[in-house]
């Protein structure tokens, strides 16, 4: 039977903390830190940190996989490895470096917080699970009772607890503080990755806002860009102090606006209830939401899987939705092809330009030659002409001196015949 118990995230909260903080007894570091913008796994991290704060001993760090340097730990520091729905092979490179901080720590306790268990490969499955039976001090949390089975079943010895999400830990009073009034009637949050479940299409038609995270795209290219560009210390400062509260008061923004709502998210739903609000809960691919609402949720009033009527109005509408993704993305697609091509054209033209351009230039630069040769030739021709007046001038001088000196010699011929 349903139940209006307002206190069931107080109630699974305590489940996590009387379970957890017995095997937390001195210093712990918590790793794998979620340096991006999906507000679920932000949602995660926050009820973690509510968490630490019950425990007796101190944090000696914080870090994401990409800023932990694995660093000498005392073998009496617990390992804490955030929770989520990342342990298994769709998002290889969390569980990646699960199994390097468990191979390189083999004497430290290690627990890795509540998550849900998937492998596509059984292989992979078995593989993961031979590492980590090496480890002699491991812990896994189950998020749900199959994923529980999964681990239990595929061998794996440590230690084995099935305990709800970490946002269940989260001090509601802090998030119902940026409740903002709901001004929006209805909304299907829809993820947009690799664990969407493909709708089935129906005969029906529904009116709705259709989104995910809306602040997925653009914190998430922010968050990746300050990750790579700034040195380790300082991305954790900056994730750890800016970026994760202003993600925090973002999603609740966002999921207190809408008077009803559906979720293909599981943690969309769980910041509805965290909130009071009621949402209907929609399967992933592979049953990751309902296996933790038929482990957690299904005797609470405020969240329940859609009806099939209700279902079938979902499935169309999201299939609408993704039918006008695909046509704004082949718009997207044709503009770019067409901007691709003006760029080709407008290439191909200043070439074309910069060759006739080059031609004319060495046009010019043939008829100044010319036209130089044409004026030594000039000059060559005066030259000449100036040497043929010259000539002339000096063959009449020399035909004159000639006569002269005949003249001469016959006049001083006859006066000598006398």
């Known amino acids: 039977m349903k139940t209006n118990d307002n206190n069931i995230c107080l109630e699974l909260g305590n489940i996590i903390k009387s379970s957890l903080i017995p095997l937390i007894p001195g210093d712990y570091i918590l790793l794998d830190l979620p340096y991006y913008s999906n507000i679920g796994d932000i949602l995660i991290w926050k009820g973690t940190e509510d968490f630490l704060k019950e425990l007796p001993g101190q944090c000696l760090g914080r870090h994401s996989k990409e800023t932990f340097d694995f660093r000498p730990l005392s073998q009496d520091c617990t390992?804490?490895?955030?929770?989520?729905?990342?342990?298994?092979?769709?998002?290889?490179?969390?569980?990646?470096?699960?199994?390097?901080?468990?191979?390189?720590?083999?004497?430290?306790?290690?627990?890795?917080?509540?998550?849900?268990?998937?492998?596509?490969?059984?292989?992979?499955?078995?593989?993961?699970?031979?590492?980590?039976?090496?480890?002699?001090?491991?812990?896994?949390?189950?998020?749900?009772?199959?994923?529980?089975?999964?681990?239990?079943?595929?061998?794996?010895?440590?230690?084995?607890?099935?305990?709800?999400?970490?946002?269940?830990?989260?001090?509601?009073?802090?998030?119902?503080?940026?409740?903002?009034?709901?001004?929006?009637?209805?909304?299907?949050?829809?993820?947009?990755?690799?664990?969407?479940?493909?709708?089935?299409?129906?005969?029906?038609?529904v009116n709705t806002f259709i989104s995910d995270w809306p602040q997925m795209q653009e914190l998430g290219a922010e968050a990746w860009h300050y990750l790579m560009t700034h040195k380790d210390k300082e991305s954790d400062s900056y994730f750890i102090d800016e970026f994760f509260p202003q993600q925090i008061k973002a999603g609740v923004t966002f999921a207190s606006s809408f008077k009803e709502a559906s979720s293909t998210r599981l943690h969309f739903a769980i910041l509805r209830l965290l909130l009071g609000m009621p949402v209907k809960?929609?399967?992933?691919?592979?049953?990751?939401?309902?296996?933790?609402?038929?482990?957690?949720?299904?005797?609470?009033?405020?969240?329940?899987?859609?009806?099939?009527?209700?279902?079938?109005?979902?499935?169309?509408?999201?299939?609408?939705?993704?039918?006008?993704?695909?046509?704004?993305?082949?718009?997207?697609?044709t503009i770019q092809k067409q901007k691709e091509q003006n760029f080709q054209y407008t290439e191909?033209?200043?070439?074309?330009?910069?060759?006739?351009?080059?031609?004319?230039?060495?046009?010019?630069?043939?008829?100044?030659?010319?036209?130089?040769?044409?004026?030594?030739?000039?000059?060559?021709?005066?030259?000449?002409?100036?040497?043929?007046?010259?000539?002339?001038?000096?063959?009449?001088?020399?035909?004159?001196?000639?006569?002269s000196l005949i003249f001469t010699i016959i006049i001083i011929g006859l006066l000598l015949s006398k």
């Not at 690799?194 to 029906?204: G, T, V």
């Not at 010019?364 to 001038?393: F, G």
Request: net charge negative; aromatic share 8%.
């Open 79 to 205: 390992i804490l490895l955030i929770g989520g729905g990342n342990f298994g092979d769709i998002w290889r490179e969390h569980q990646e470096f699960r199994l390097e901080v468990m191979r390189i720590y083999p004497e430290n306790p290690i627990i890795v917080l509540p998550q849900t268990i998937h492998y596509d490969s059984d292989e992979t499955f078995v593989d993961d699970v031979k590492k980590m039976n090496q480890h002699s001090h491991l812990t896994i949390c189950a998020r749900d009772n199959i994923s529980a089975e999964l681990l239990s079943k595929k061998g794996f010895t440590g230690l084995i607890l099935t305990l709800p999400d970490m946002a269940f830990c989260i001090k509601q009073k802090e998030l119902q503080a940026n409740l903002v009034e709901a001004t929006q009637e209805s909304l299907i949050l829809y993820r947009e990755d690799k664990e969407l479940k493909e709708p089935k299409i129906s005969n029906k038609f």
């Open 281 to 333: 809960i929609i399967d992933n691919s592979y049953g990751k939401n309902l296996s933790f609402y038929n482990t957690w949720l299904k005797d609470f009033c405020l969240v329940s899987p859609p009806k099939e009527a209700e279902q079938e109005t979902i499935d169309l509408a999201i299939f609408f939705h993704k039918q006008e993704l695909e046509h704004e993305r082949l718009i997207a697609e």
């Open 348 to 403: 191909s033209l200043r070439q074309q330009k910069e060759r006739i351009t080059q031609q004319e230039e060495r046009i010019t630069q043939q008829e100044e030659r010319i036209t130089q040769q044409e004026e030594r030739i000039k000059q060559l021709q005066q030259k000449a002409e100036k040497e043929i007046l010259k000539h002339k001038k000096y063959k009449i001088m020399f035909n004159a001196t000639m006569i």
